[in-house]
């Protein structure tokens, strides 16, 4: 009798995903809804004569019978005599019973559709827990007519709590995909600047000031933000055009000519390479936002199958907001992370932030600047600039700042950093200096940001940080995909959801939870860094800023970098240091 409202509920479950846009009728994970009425059917045949079977046998003994003791369930206790109260006792019983098993069946619904949305478990271990959630039903609801309801109760009540406690997980990190999935938009600010001594406190306090831009650095936002000070201050503003940020940042220290600029926030930085106190010089009396979205060709690959490519992106942020990641801002970590889902080989390739290579800004100025640089134009302007490096074809990309990985590290429960070398980190590194043993170290969060952010105990310097660097990514991967993580779930979920920006699909993220889950082979991670030679007073074409100190990354470097990726996108597994020291 239930079958029929089983089936008409598995085509309306399927018909709401479909008219939604979901991945189809025909999706396994849908499919396996049509086996389950299958099956469905079967257990109620089963059950029906089961049930047949056990009234028979009751009604017999004259034992239990629903519709006849039901009748006592609200009359007075005084009015009934003992035989009566018996039953008025068992009627109670199998209400308590009913709405129990109701419950269970509610929460193992919202569960069961919960799944089949994240869609992150193995087909075998997604139908074994349909028919064993379906099979416990049945049990706890047919107990309720026999002597054994109690047990069916107690099985009911902690079903129901461990199906709602996974029930909150999974809703948990089914918001943290729809998070994750918000980065398709970046933020662009604009700033209006004037000296720190300046008596200036708003625009209308500058409306008469003499406004300059950079012609060369500014996008279109600039321009809006033009018409945004002429219309706030009803004032017509012409900003004198500069070409570079020399002259235009003495014009203003001058404060004759120009005693106001607009810029990008992004630019911050890029002006402090000249203008070392640059930020302490100045004040901002208005700021804009402009919200853009990140224009990056649609990846269609089948993460469970196709070999991928994923750009981290470490920005120069010192807190973790989201409206940090979200705006353009220096890259400072640049690590391509190739991954073959069918050997389970990555490799991680880090290229040093100061690699003096051919970048484009948003209006398309393009020459050589440093790579660092091309973040403060946009992600897509750093994926850009690396694809042309190495010929290759980044799917996706991952936003991520120092404190970001702190917190996530903590949640994992600290990780396993490899250090090259023996080494003791600096102030500037963190305000503990802590010792670094050649090998295995074990660090909490603080400890491992000090582990990457130190450059000045190293005679490479920057190119051992960006080495130090990839270790740690190294070790958030090996520690995230190990059994322990499941310990730190709730912990690292709610970390995750406000550290990371991504535009990776959600689904992209369920199929390789559920590669994971599938098959737990360790994954063979392979790291190797750019190095390159250190240069000083060169020209930043894009930027134009001039004395900069630059590195010119070795072509041999990247040769070896390219055909590394290629070997791991072909399904080649190796090792690294093995294929160095062989005759390629």
Avoid at 219 to 243: D, F, H, L, M, V
Avoid at 356 to 363: D, F, L, M, T
């Amino acid at each position: 009798a239930c079958a029929p409202y089983a089936f008409c509920f598995i085509i309306l479950y399927n018909t709401i995903y479909a008219v939604s846009g979901s991945k189809g009728i025909f999706h396994l994970p849908y499919f396996s809804l049509f086996l389950q009425h299958i099956v469905l059917n079967c257990l109620m045949f089963v059950f029906k004569l089961y049930y047949k079977s056990m009234r028979k046998k009751v009604m017999a003994k004259n034992t239990f019978s629903v519709k006849n003791d039901m009748q006592y369930l609200f009359k007075p206790k005084v009015s009934l005599s003992k035989i009566e109260r018996k039953k008025k006792r068992r009627a109670w019983a199998f209400a308590i019973g009913s709405v129990l098993v109701l419950i269970q069946l509610v929460l193992t619904v919202l569960f069961l559709l919960k799944m089949f949305k994240l869609d992150i478990l193995p087909f075998k271990y997604l139908f074994m827990i349909n028919i064993i959630l379906i099979l416990l039903v049945l049990y706890d609801f047919t107990s309720q007519f026999t002597k054994s309801h109690i047990l069916g109760k107690l099985i009911s009540v902690m079903l129901s709590c461990l199906i709602l406690f996974t029930y909150l997980f999974a809703a948990k990190f089914d918001s943290v995909l729809d998070k994750l999935g918000a980065a398709n938009v970046e933020i662009d600010i604009v700033d209006v600047c004037v000296l720190s001594n300046d008596k200036a406190q708003n625009l209308n306090d500058a409306a008469n000031y003499k406004f300059a831009i950079n012609s060369t650095a500014s996008n279109a936002n600039i321009n809006t933000s033009i018409e945004s000070i002429s219309s706030e201050t009803g004032k017509t503003i012409k900003p004198t055009e500069y070409t570079n940020w020399s002259n235009l940042v003495n014009a203003l220290y001058d404060n004759k000519n120009v005693q106001a600029i607009v810029i990008n926030h992004s630019m911050m930085s890029i002006i402090s390479q000249e203008f070392p106190d640059f930020e302490d010089s100045i004040k901002i009396i208005k700021t804009y936002e402009y919200k853009e979205k990140v224009e990056l060709d649609a990846s269609n690959v089948n993460v469970k199958r196709d070999p991928f490519i994923i750009y981290v992106s470490g920005i120069s942020s010192d807190d973790g907001e989201d409206t940090k990641l979200a705006s353009k801002a220096l890259s400072d970590v640049n690590i391509l992370a190739v991954i073959n889902p069918e050997t389970k080989q990555v490799l991680l390739v880090t290229t040093p932030r100061d690699s003096y290579i051919k970048i484009s800004n948003s209006s398309g100025v393009t020459g050589y600047d440093k790579l660092a640089h091309a973040g403060s134009y946009g992600v897509d302007k750093s994926i850009e600039a690396l694809e042309n490096l190495y010929g290759i074809n980044i799917d996706y990309y991952v936003k991520i700042n120092f404190a970001g990985s702190q917190a996530v590290i903590d949640a994992l429960g600290g990780i396993t950093i490899e250090s090259e070398i023996e080494f003791t980190n600096g102030w500037e590194a963190a305000p503990v200096s802590y010792h670094f043993v050649q090998g295995a170290n074990e660090c909490d969060g603080e400890k491992a940001i000090a582990f990457a952010r130190e450059r000045k105990a190293f005679a490479a310097g920057d190119f051992q940080r960006g080495r130090n660097q990839t270790a740690v990514i190294k070790g958030i991967i090996q520690k995230a995909t190990s059994p322990a993580i499941l310990t730190r779930y709730s912990a690292v979920m709610d970390t995750v959801s406000d550290m990371f920006l991504t535009n990776i699909p959600s689904s992209a993220i369920s199929d390789l939870v559920k590669l994971q889950l599938s098959n737990s082979t360790p994954w063979n991670i392979q790291t190797y860094s750019i190095s390159g030679k250190t240069d000083e007073y060169r020209h930043l074409e894009v930027s134009n800023v001039y004395g900069a100190s630059i590195v010119l990354p070795y072509e041999e470097d990247i040769s070896t970098a390219t055909k590394l990726m290629n070997k791991v996108i072909a399904g080649e597994t190796f090792d690294v240091d093995t294929y160095l020291n062989s005759d390629n």
